[in-house]
């Protein structure tokens, strides 16, 4: 069989959507779907391979995100969390570092200000939030404090009259050496309680160095931010972040988000394998007429439609308002394991080719292991869901 005998593009499923779950969306949703695929593939994907390798944020793309609309498409525009997880599996199968800028400023800081902020404090940030006019990031991973963070933040805050004093360092900051604002969460020296306050990066004190030397999302620009007497007016204090269980009101929808990154990678190692394998000849035949590289094809999308088919299902529940925090969990813990099986197989079909990124695999085969340990690790997601099925904490 030759190549030109094979349209890749024309085969069934091309989209990867083997069991249709996009004709769950409304009409309207398919439509926002379609013309959101084709920013994607017109000003995402030719720039994201070069970008990730500089390891360089492309600054030009913000307004053409403003542009297309897509921050808060439940609470503002009043799309499905389904459609919502859709898009955000889409962006990230174009390219996973500019889907993990849009869930930093999206998800968990839009997504603070929306939960946690008052009325008042709403109505003053949110249009310049959602017009992208204010870039935002979100402080909480410390140097010393991943997973224990909820009972161990080491930041401070200090009430003084009408003003609050900001101690501490944060790291993993995402979008924080350029962004305008960024939520910092800190323990509250009075009650130590933690709390979220809206911080502006050009308040002295406040610093933010770039992380160097990453083998994942590199083109997103994660930082250590160093708080030394900052000073924050009491207005900018969150009114409804007073303890950590608000803060993880933020986290389990922004965990969902996650995992539908997981769904969207496992979708862009597909398309790149299945494409690799159809037309590249070996033996004097296309790489896909052997069985072993089918099974491996095969298994890649299996990893996919189940990992989308539990996502589908959540992001019906939390329309339903009926999600729970161990759901979540179990769905972080499952795609992003999923994931890393997928990328895998991906990389090992297009051989030696896999490891460099101008194939696009060993990029994706990168990105994946910073999508596997953030917001939540393998291990506290699956001890979440233990403790929810058996009654016992395995958490220390």
Same mark, same amino acid.
């Given at each position: ?61 913000i307004p053409k995100l403003a542009e297309i609309d897509l921050v808060s498409p439940v609470r503002r525009q009043g799309y499905s969390n389904l459609f919502a997880g859709i898009v955000h599996a889409e962006a990230t199968r174009a390219d996973a570092s ?13 997504g603070s200000i929306e939960a946690l902020a008052s009325q008042e404090q709403q109505d003053a940030w949110l249009p310049d939030i959602y017009a992208l006019k204010k870039i935002g990031a979100f402080g909480l991973t410390e140097p010393l404090g991943g ?116 769904? &969207? ?5 597909? #398309?790149?394998?299945?494409? /690799?394998?159809? *037309?590249?000849? @070996?033996?004097?035949?296309? =790489? ?11 298994q890649i999308l299996g990893n996919t439609v189940s990992s989308m088919g539990m996502m589908v299902r959540l992001a019906q529940l939390e329309d339903a308002g009926i999600a729970r925090d161990e759901q979540s969990a179990l769905a972080k813990a499952f ?24 194939? &696009? ?5 990168? #990105?994946?292991?910073?999508? /596997?340990?953030? *917001?939540?690790? @393998?291990?506290?997601?699956? =001890? ?13």
């Amino acid at each position: 069989m030759s190549k030109a005998a094979i349209d890749i593009d024309n085969l069934p499923y091309a989209d990867g959507d083997f069991y249709a779950f996009e004709q769950l969306l409304t009409p309207k949703e398919q439509d926002r779907l379609a013309e959101v695929r084709s920013f994607l593939d017109r000003e995402v994907k030719p720039i994201a391979v070069d970008c990730w390798n500089r390891g360089e944020f492309p600054m030009e793309l913000i307004p053409k995100l403003a542009e297309i609309d897509l921050v808060s498409p439940v609470r503002r525009q009043g799309y499905s969390n389904l459609f919502a997880g859709i898009v955000h599996a889409e962006a990230t199968r174009a390219d996973a570092s500019i889907a993990t800028f849009m869930g930093v400023h999206d998800g968990l800081f839009t997504g603070s200000i929306e939960a946690l902020a008052s009325q008042e404090q709403q109505d003053a940030w949110l249009p310049d939030i959602y017009a992208l006019k204010k870039i935002g990031a979100f402080g909480l991973t410390e140097p010393l404090g991943g997973s224990d963070v909820a009972g161990g933040t080491r930041t401070t805050a200090r009430r003084e009259g009408d003003t609050w004093i900001l101690n501490g360092a944060k790291r993993w900051i995402g979008n924080a050496t350029f962004s305008d604002w960024v939520v910092i969460y800190a323990r509250d020296v009075a009650d130590n309680q933690v709390k979220g306050f809206l911080v502006d990066t050009s308040l002295p004190g406040y610093s933010a160095a770039m992380i160097e030397n990453k083998i994942s999302l590199r083109t997103v620009q994660n930082a250590d931010i160093t708080l030394e007497n900052v000073v924050v007016p009491d207005f900018f204090k969150l009114a409804n972040a007073n303890s950590f269980r608000d803060t993880n009101k933020v986290l389990k929808v922004t965990r969902l988000a996650v995992a539908w990154q997981a769904v &969207g990678l496992q979708l862009a190692a597909f #398309d790149i394998a299945r494409r /690799y394998a159809v *037309e590249r000849q @070996q033996f004097g035949r296309p =790489l896909a007429s052997f069985q072993l590289v089918q099974d491996q094809l095969v298994q890649i999308l299996g990893n996919t439609v189940s990992s989308m088919g539990m996502m589908v299902r959540l992001a019906q529940l939390e329309d339903a308002g009926i999600a729970r925090d161990e759901q979540s969990a179990l769905a972080k813990a499952f795609t992003t394991a999923r994931m890393r099986e997928s990328v895998a197989m991906g990389r090992n079909i297009l051989g030696g080719n896999g490891i460099v990124t101008d194939y &696009g695999m060993a990029k994706i085969f990168s #990105d994946a292991e910073a999508i /596997y340990s953030y *917001e939540g690790t @393998q291990e506290i997601n699956t =001890l979440v869901t233990g403790r929810a099925i058996t009654g016992v904490s395995a958490i220390v």
